[in-house]
């Protein structure tokens, strides 16, 4: 499969506003703030307060740019797939808005502006890191997991979860313990946020041949593998309570125990035959998520001491 096929000039984007709005659409903005609603939370634990803003701030442009050259990438690999989905044919590249060689060139370019860009303002292991989750995201995920595994999102989702390790490396220099542990709660909370919406969308995923668990395994199937995902996520999420003080613990078990109810009624509608909104789910885990993140961010700000181990 050829992925670098240059598409027609006639639908290209006409004047100067129409370009900018294509290439903005490449990398994808709704991706990059949901990657951005983890990163922050990340560095002010890390810090246990907030950080030195110039860290702050060149941690967050520097990861807007590595997940906007993934993006971007991603886009390139996957303009035949995106073309005949229904969700995806409005971008850039089926619009025919930017040429598959310009959206190729741009998406290097910023990969490798962004590794320059942490390197002189935070850190090598940041740099470092943030290259790494672009290659495996375009390499491993989108081209290799995402058209012949239908546990494509399972490891594939990995490359998501890497800017928490990111901002921690940026204000640290190191990787620690906790940093793992937010990794973990992101990569646990990616199938099922992904396999509800896929859930929705699975005629499209069935039509470009792309293997998302909701296309190759029965609906009970899948509503199973959510609830146990759910489960994994809640109980990974409270790890970080030592780490931590009382108000993340009780944002953790709230928020959770929240996702965890309208999975298991998710699952069980499904066993029953009965009509399910499984992007209800979907909306839910985004809220979840940004509780827990709000959780940790404000519990780190406050600076109270954490809880600890209790052995």
Same mark, same amino acid.
């Given at each position: 499969?050829?992925? !670098?096929?240059?598409?027609?000039?006639?639908?290209?984007?006409?004047?100067?506003?129409?370009?900018?709005?294509?290439?903005?659409?490449?990398?994808?903005? @709704?991706?990059?703030?949901?990657?951005?609603?983890?990163?922050?939370?990340a560095?002010?634990? /890390?810090? +246990?307060?907030?950080?030195?803003?110039?860290?702050?701030?060149?941690?967050?442009?520097?990861?807007?740019? !590595? !997940?906007?050259? *993934?993006? =971007?990438?991603?886009?390139? #690999?996957d /303009?035949?797939?995106?073309?005949?989905?229904?969700?995806?044919k409005? @971008?850039?590249?089926?619009?025919?808005?930017?040429?598959?060689?310009? $959206?190729?060139? %741009?998406?290097?370019?910023?990969?490798? #502006?962004?590794?320059?860009?942490?390197?002189?303002?935070?850190?090598?292991?940041?740099?470092?890191? $943030?290259?790494?989750?672009?290659?495996?995201?375009?390499l491993?995920?989108?081209?290799?997991?995402?058209?012949?595994?239908?546990?494509?999102v399972?490891?594939?989702g990995?490359?998501?979860?890497?800017?928490?390790?990111?901002?921690?490396? /940026?204000?640290?220099?190191?990787?620690?313990?906790?940093?793992?542990v937010m %990794?973990?709660?992101v990569?646990?909370?990616?199938?099922?946020?992904?396999?509800?919406? *896929?859930?929705? %969308?699975k005629?499209?995923? @069935?039509? #470009?041949?792309v293997?998302?668990?909701?296309v190759? &395994?029965?609906?009970?199937?899948?509503? @199973?593998?959510?609830?146990?995902?759910?489960?994994?996520?809640?109980?990974?999420?409270?790890?970080?309570?030592?780490?931590?003080?009382w108000?993340? *613990?009780?944002? =953790?078990?709230?928020?959770?125990?929240?996702?965890?109810?309208?999975a298991?009624?998710?699952? /069980?509608?499904?066993? +029953?035959?009965?009509?399910?909104?499984?992007?209800?789910?979907?909306?839910?885990?985004?809220?979840?998520?940004?509780?827990?993140?709000?959780?940790?961010?404000?519990?780190?700000?406050?600076?109270?001491? &954490?809880?600890?181990?209790? %052995?």
């Amino acid at each position: 499969m050829s992925t !670098a096929v240059e598409l027609p000039t006639a639908s290209r984007a006409r004047t100067p506003g129409d370009l900018l709005r294509a290439y903005v659409g490449l990398v994808k903005p @709704r991706v990059i703030e949901l990657l951005l609603v983890t990163t922050i939370p990340a560095m002010l634990l /890390a810090q +246990r307060g907030l950080p030195p803003l110039g860290t702050f701030f060149a941690t967050l442009v520097g990861g807007i740019m !590595a !997940a906007g050259s *993934a993006n =971007a990438l991603n886009c390139v #690999a996957d /303009a035949d797939i995106d073309s005949v989905m229904k969700r995806t044919k409005v @971008r850039p590249l089926p619009k025919h808005s930017v040429s598959t060689r310009h $959206a190729l060139v %741009f998406g290097l370019v910023l990969g490798v #502006a962004s590794f320059v860009f942490l390197w002189a303002t935070t850190n090598l292991l940041a740099g470092v890191l $943030a290259v790494a989750t672009i290659l495996f995201y375009v390499l491993v995920y989108t081209l290799v997991l995402k058209r012949r595994t239908a546990q494509n999102v399972v490891w594939g989702g990995a490359a998501g979860c890497m800017p928490v390790v990111i901002g921690w490396s /940026a204000v640290t220099g190191t990787v620690e313990w906790p940093a793992l542990v937010m %990794f973990g709660i992101v990569f646990f909370w990616t199938p099922p946020h992904t396999w509800a919406l *896929a859930t929705k %969308f699975k005629d499209d995923y @069935r039509r #470009a041949g792309v293997p998302m668990l909701p296309v190759v &395994a029965t609906p009970v199937q899948v509503t @199973r593998q959510i609830v146990l995902y759910t489960w994994a996520t809640v109980l990974w999420s409270l790890l970080l309570v030592p780490a931590t003080s009382w108000l993340y *613990a009780v944002s =953790a078990v709230v928020a959770g125990a929240w996702f965890l109810v309208v999975a298991h009624r998710l699952h /069980a509608a499904t066993k +029953r035959g009965a009509k399910t909104n499984p992007m209800k789910l979907f909306h839910l885990s985004n809220t979840y998520l940004m509780l827990v993140c709000v959780g940790m961010s404000v519990d780190s700000l406050l600076g109270w001491p &954490a809880l600890g181990w209790p %052995f």
